[in-house]
């Protein structure tokens, strides 16, 4: 089992509606979550960040943690064409400084 | 803003040469860290350091190797290259040991080994 998973997709999303992204990981003690994106070709550059459960909200994104689930998910409201990416879910594990990607969902906003 | 600066996009050498792949932060960051990243793998970390001299192994060290002798500075050395060493690396800082503080990631190095 990967320690942080993410469904590969792609997530494929009307213009305007909300896309939703969903992460689990393994690691109970895990302290932080991110949320990253990445342009094909580019590399990720940070969306959001939660360490509490419950929800977080930067315009147009939610982020929301439930630690006792270990899931973490990303909303994405009134989706754009540039909403086009793949977005990473990184997590900070109980111990140590590194973090741990799942394997990044691919998202397409059609106009 | 944080920059984290690779020194090249695009790098093409030959099996069996000493490759180096530099990273340049200009936060004061304790942390830097080196990935790969392969379509169907996600990333991965090759190395990390957390301070000047200062580095322990990822998942996929084998076949890499660091050196951090300036605290801005983080570079990975390919000791021999190989084919399969052909990917996206990605180098990262980050500051403290804040428990949220987010890392920053440069814009790649794409390798390719002949």
């Not at chain 1, 550059?45 to 990303?74: C, H, P, W």
């Not at chain 2, 180096?20 to 860290?33: A, K, P, R, S, T």
């Not at chain 2, 169907?40 to 350091?49: A, N």
């Not at chain 2, 987010?102 to 190095?109: A, I, K, L, V, Y």
């Amino acid at each position: 089992q990967k320690e942080v998973e993410q469904n590969s997709g792609p997530l494929s999303v009307p213009e305007g509606a909300i896309a939703s992204l969903n992460c689990t990981y393994s690691d109970r003690g895990s302290q932080s979550f991110f949320w990253y994106r990445q342009y094909s070709g580019k590399s990720p550059e940070l969306i959001m960040f939660i360490y509490s459960n419950g929800d977080k909200e930067d315009g147009r994104f939610t982020a929301q943690l439930n630690k006792a689930s270990q899931y973490v998910s990303l909303l994405i409201r009134d989706s754009q064409p540039s909403d086009s990416a793949t977005y990473l879910c990184a997590v900070k594990g109980a111990a140590g400084n590194k973090l741990t990607f799942g394997g990044g969902t691919r998202v397409l906003v059609k106009p | 803003d944080v920059k984290v600066t690779q020194s090249s996009r695009y790098l093409v050498k030959r099996t069996g040469e000493k490759v180096f792949l530099e990273c340049v932060q200009d936060m004061d960051h304790e942390n830097m860290f080196w990935y790969r990243q392969d379509p169907g793998l996600g990333l991965r970390l090759i190395y990390f350091s957390y301070d000047v001299k200062m580095k322990e192994k990822g998942d996929i060290p084998e076949g890499y190797s660091v050196s951090r002798e300036k605290k801005e500075r983080f570079s990975l050395i390919l000791e021999s290259a190989s084919t399969n060493q052909t990917s996206m690396y990605l180098c990262a800082s980050r500051g403290g040991q804040v428990v949220n503080q987010p890392q920053h990631f440069g814009d790649g190095t794409r390798l390719s080994i002949l």
